[in-house]
Structures are given as C-alpha cells and as structure tokens.
C-alpha cells in the first residue's frame, strides 16, 4: 500500500486526471486550471471551481471565528473564478458538521457566507448539510460567466511577457504564524491575553482574504487582457511553477520587486525568515498573477494595484530570481502542501 503523502496534492490530481478522459466535445477545458470552461452559446462560457474546507486541516476553531470562516470559504473559490478572467454569479454550499454545533453557531457560518455574497454580488443557489463524526468541513462550489474570448488560462504565457502579482505577498502566512504562536502562548499560560494590534493587518489577511475582482475590472477598464493568470492560493513559487509548465516558458523575477507589507516583514523578521522565501512560499494570500504582453506596459505602468516582478524567459527548464545579492537562485515550487503537513 502506498501512502498518498509519496503523491502530495499535485501528484495525486494527476492521477485522478490520467484516469478520466473527457467524453464531451463542448467541454473547453476540464481539469487541470483555475477551473473548467464550458460554453453556454452566444459566445458565453461558464466556468466552475470548488474548495473544500476542512477543520484541523485548513482552518483552527480557536482563533478563526465561524463568521471570517464562512466568508473565506466563499472568497477562495471566487478568487479562481477571477483567476480565469470570469466574473462570479452564484455558489453552492455543502457543510458537515458534528454534534457540537449549535444553531447559533451555523447561524454565525452562514452569516459570513452571506457577507461574502453581498461583497462579491453572488447568489447562493444551494448546497447540502449533513452531519459529521468530528469537526467542520465546508465544501463551496462557484459559477462564473464570461465571453468566451475574455478566458485567461495558466498556458498562454509567451517569452518576454511582463509577470504581474496584486497586492504584497506573505501576509496571510504571517498572519498565520502569528494566530499559532498566541494560540501556544495562552494554551501555556491562559492568563495572558494575546494582543493582536500590531498584527492586524497580517492576521485579516489570514482570517478573512479578499479575493481580486477588482483587478479583473482594472484590467478590463486598462484595455488590457493577460496572457496566463493563476490566483496565489500556495505561494508566488508554486503559482510561477504553474504557469511556466502549462505554457511550456520559463521565468526570470526579482527579489528587490516582490511587494511586502511592513507587517509581513516584521514577523519574518521575528521568525527569523528569510523575506524573499516569505514572499515566495508564505500561502492563502488569493492574489492574482498574471502575464501581460510588453507592448501593454505604457498601459499598465501607472497601476498601484499590481506589481511587475520579472518577464518570461524561453527556456521551460529556468525559472530563477535575481536575489537581493546580485546571485541568480532556483525558484523551488515549495507550495503548502496538506498531505504532507509541511511546506515542500
Ligand atoms: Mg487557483
């Protein structure tokens, strides 16, 4: 018998995906990106993602509360729906959950899926509630729509391409880091009350991620239409990865262009981490990356809401980044990985 952990995460979606062929031609695309494509006429295509959830695994019950909880559930998959340049319109729900929730606890869930719908301007369209042996899992499905034309897959990057990421990098990973290490401190000492002020901004990051429709508009508004784009749910690495495989390029980034916040820099500091692997490996940020063209660059330049972090270079086998100290370094895709418990 062969423990999944030999597989990981990626490993065992392509052995799932070697075992199926598509049977229907209107299918554009099945697995293997942000989601699937399927063509509805007049030039329309939905597309379709799902996330599931699971307590102990994705998310703690003593620092995360249920209302940041159900919003989250929401937010990553909404975040793959804009990862393909679609705009969402409707999710389904699925929860299960043990005996020891109470009505004003799934109350609490669905009040924050609710805010998420609100924000995101989706509808809940169903969903199912079961029970469970032990814990929460939360299962969301998300409906997006587009033009056929508007899709963005993680394959179209060309060499010289301009590499974009929203946002700053790392902070939910720090965010994180820090929810654990107050959760450690008051289970030794519950007399100390964990004071989180300084960490605000990382710890919303964590809790409660907001997921980049904007940048879908920005871009439509700019004129502009990437080449590939992927959302960073495991890390700027691992998406990289992604995107250099399916397009059959390589990458050159800079470490000097990756986007920080002050409190993500603080607490890799305080872990004594390294920035740039903060930036590179830190997940659950669900920014956007994306390949833009060179010729949108004029377009483009004056956007305060994306950064430019390198191009596409030729070669599928390089992708490297130009460190602070003037040495040239791999870009391991070191993504988050639940089976194995580690990142790596
Ligand atoms: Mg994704």
Redesign the pocket.
Known sequence: MTPISTLGEFGLIERIKNKFKTTHNQVIKGIGD?AAVVPIGNGLVQVY?TDLLAEGVHFDLSYAPLRHLGYKAVAVNL??IF?MNAVPFGITVSIAFSNRFTVEAIDELYEGIKLACERYHVDLLGGDTTSSRQGLVISVTAFGQAKEEEIVYRSGAQPNDLICVSGDAGAAYAGLLVLEREKNSFVNNPELQPDLSDYDYVVARQLKPEPRGDIIQELREMGVRPSAM??V?DGIAS?LHHICHQSKVGALIYANKLNLDYQTLKVAEEFQIGATTFALNGGEDYELMFTLPLKDYDKVKSSGNFHIIGKITPDEKQIQILLDTGGIADVEAQGWDHFRGENG
């Open positions: 942000d993602t975040s793959d990862a992927i959302d749910s998406e």
